[in-house]
């Protein structure tokens, strides 16, 4: 009889160890699936980008008299096309007024300049500004340090330690003569060139100050940036501060080639993306026992840095105004990271020696299509959960069948269960295909009988679930990434991580979801980022390229751990049809958990086929508008503060990142 025991145990334990081999072999399989597609999407926009530039064009005479009669009939159509010229024009003059009124123009005038010298303030802090110099080019230089002199908060010494070499000893003439006439410019030259790292590090050595300010030498300052920043830390106590920044070229901060307006602190984003990078200050106290740059990671030294000190910050706050010109020269990693290609791997080490420390193992940091220094983060899971997939649905055959029909044949992970949840069907086909699927061993159908309410109906479909996880779904999506489990779990197995949310796409490609961003849209309550974009495009700064934390996802795709759900009692009722999602993530994030999107899950959702648009009639924009108005009381407080993933300097009549020109 043991032996007979024995026998069943081996062979139990040899099919167990046999399917999590086959299992393991499936993800595999899986990644390697997910990424050749990736590559394919990549090569294609590649390909595309490289039909449009200028160069390629003009060469059209050498491919051929086809290639001619084509290119010359579309441009024929598009010089046609007088709206679509016009639409470009005043497209580049709302541009041109935008980065203007982000220039001088933002400048304070004398009056108010002094008002800010005269202000005086209950802490007494002294900003220490680090630049290290190397062969600096002498209108640089002294752009440079001008625009510390003009600063209207006085309390700062500039730290200048330089590793010039003898062929540019005007370096050290220029900065002395500076340092001859103003004593909170303190000079060092150094003995030898020690690059980026070592020599910012021997600026430290020389700093007194109570902050540290890291400053390129060939970037401008604003006039009121430390200012600005003094009053962040008086009245938030912050020890961490950023601000937005722009890149310039030709000399002239004028020239603006990009304006970066940035989120406020966001780890996913920062993890994936050194969205941070100038103008950094913090409290000296942040770099007790640590270095400032450490020189293994020469390059990204900046990357790494900001990953040490705003993980064990108190308070990491974000100005959302543009008090940083970055100049993009020649030898400049802002012309393009070609110019210091190590930095690619600096900022990959400096990322994963980042995630080594927060106890993450097994992971994989690729380059995206956005940019080489823009990562996808791969995270090992850590458990193979069961996932409790709800689908409400009322007849439509055809969605669902497509939905279900590609859960079943794309997902590589298949520790899942599908429950679908019926409202009130009538048709003799819908009833037929729910007996077909009730044979499969991971289909259920549970039965609501109610008039319809979305978050009732997935409330009830929630208290059948037997999965560590649910997966709310609508029945008119279909699977895109096979892997896209995978890759929401991978982000909602973090214990700081509430909902999860994909990307989806509308049948012909374009967005329909990549985030949630409180406010946006003439109801003031919440809309879709990106919204109507084109697959292809990277996004806002390569924001479609990489998972980040968001305010919200929609409930169209949403995973969240039941154990969060149950806490919160699941979807506000009182939210029939609309905001219940957005409602329901802003709970989590009051519990202080993480939303994240993740563009690596893909799916098509043929929006709005179920059950109709929410202003195709009267009583349903009715519904909508009290919705709407029961929302921005509720969250009245919430919706005040903004959404602090969209910078205030962003329209919110618009989904595209245009600029509010109205500030």
Known sequence: ???????????????????????????????????????????????????????????????????????????????????????????????????????????????????????????????????????TPKRF?????????????????????????????????????????????????????????????????????????????????????????????CEQDADYLYCDEATFKNGSIENMITLHFKPDYAIDNLRANNYICHFSAFSRELLEGTELFRSKFDGSQDHDMILRLTTNAKKVVHVPKLLYYWRSHKASVASGISAKVYAI??????????????????????????????????????????????????DHYSDLSRCIGSILDKSTYDHFEIIVIENNSTTEEIADYYEEIEKHPQIRVVRYEGEFNYSKINNFGAGFATGEYLLLLNNDTEVITPDWMEEMLMYGQRPDVGAVGAKLYYADKTIQHAGIVLKLGAHRTAGHSHYKVNY?????????????????????????????????????????????????????????????FTPFAELYHYESVSRGSDIENAKKAERYNEESARFRKKWEAVLAKGDPYYNPNFSLDKSDFSLNLNI
């Not at 220094?373 to 193979?384: G, N, P, S, V």
């Open 141 to 233: 230089l002294t752009e440079m340090i001008d625009s510390v002199l003009w600063q209207t908060y006085g309390k700062w010494e500039l730290c200048l330690a330089d590793g010039s070499d003898a062929d540019h000893a005007y370096v050290g003439e220029i900065a002395k003569s500076y340092a001859a006439k103003d004593p909170r410019i303190v000079y060092k030259k150094l003995e030898k060139n020690e690059g980026i790292a070592g020599n910012t590090n021997r600026c430290y050595e020389m700093a007194t100050g109570q902050f540290i300010a890291l400053f390129d030498h060939d970037d401008i300052l604003h006039p009121s940036v430390l200012f600005e920043y003094m009053k962040v830390i």
């Open 536 to 596: 292809e495009n990277v996004g806002y700064m390569g924001r479609l390229c990489y998972a980040q934390d968001v305010s919200a996802v929609t409930g169209a795709c949403l995973l969240v751990k039941k154990a969060f759900w149950d806490e919160l009692g699941g979807l506000d009722e009182s939210f029939a049809v609309a905001l219940n999602d957005v409602d329901f993530c802003l709970r989590l994030r009051e519990k202080g958990l993480l939303n994240v």
């Open 345 to 394: 791997n600096a900022a990959k080490n400096a990322v994963a020696d980042h995630l080594t420390r927060c106890g993450m193992t097994d992971f994989e940091i690729t380059s995206t299509r956005a940019f080489e220094t823009i990562f996808r983060i791969r995270y090992k899971l850590t458990a193979y959960p069961k996932i409790s997939i709800l689908i409400p649905n009322k």
């Open 1 to 135: 009889m043991q032996e007979q025991l024995k026998e069943q145990a081996d062979s139990e334990n040899y099919y167990r160890l046999a399917y999590e081999k086959e299992k393991a072999k499936n993800t595999i399989l899986a990644g390697k699936l997910s990424d050749a597609e990736a590559k394919c999407e990549d090569l294609d926009f590649q390909l595309k980008r490289i039909k449009n530039n200028p160069l390629w064009k003009m060469t059209f005479p050498l491919r051929g008299t086809i290639h001619v009669i084509i290119r010359t009939k579309d441009r024929i159509v598009r010089l046609g096309n007088p709206k679509g010229v016009a639409r470009k024009l005043r497209n580049k003059m709302i541009e041109k007024k935008a980065m203007k009124q982000h220039g001088r123009a933002s400048f304070p005038s004398p009056e108010e300049a002094q008002a800010m010298r005269d202000t005086s303030f209950p802490k007494d802090i002294t900003f220490s500004i680090l630049v290290p110099l190397y062969n």
